[in-house]
């Protein structure tokens, strides 16, 4: 339960999670955000803290409904990042960088979500580059034996 994720969070010593969801759908964005929105985007979950989302901006509305802190890719400086690195996988980085430094996320992150696996290895290669207070977390639970 949503209620539960603090305390896992913590159990696991996470400072903060990212759950990103680009074309295709991400179960675990789509059950933090709700089951009636429809989004693409980041969400940053920080425990003890309102989640933040970062949204398209013609996704106001349902982003709202979220309950969550906002902020959309236009006021978080999205075109400018774009020009300034010439590149949309660093201008990502950059952008997730923006987003972190912002809500003064440091230590352990996990990053969970279903996205294409080339564009954001690289995209996680230049955040560790930027945002060096960043610790990109494996999150693994005990091995069971299990296959």
Known sequence: MKRDIDSLMKERGLDAAI????????????????????LRGIVVWRPG???????HAMERDSAAATGFELGDYGSLGWMKLLEEE??????????????LDRLGVKGRVLIEGVVQVS????????????KRD???AEDHLEDTGAV
């Open 86 to 99: 010439g590149n949309p996988v660093r201008a990502t980085a950059r952008l997730m960088q923006t987003v």
């Open 134 to 136: 960043v610790e990109i």
């Open 19 to 38: 759950v990103l969801q680009g074309e295709h759908q991400s179960p675990t964005f789509r059950y933090l955000t709700g089951p009636r929105t429809h």
């Open 119 to 130: 564009w954001y290895y690289h995209v996680l290669n230049h955040l560790r580059e930027m």
């Open 49 to 55: 803290r309102k989640p933040y989302l970062v949204h």
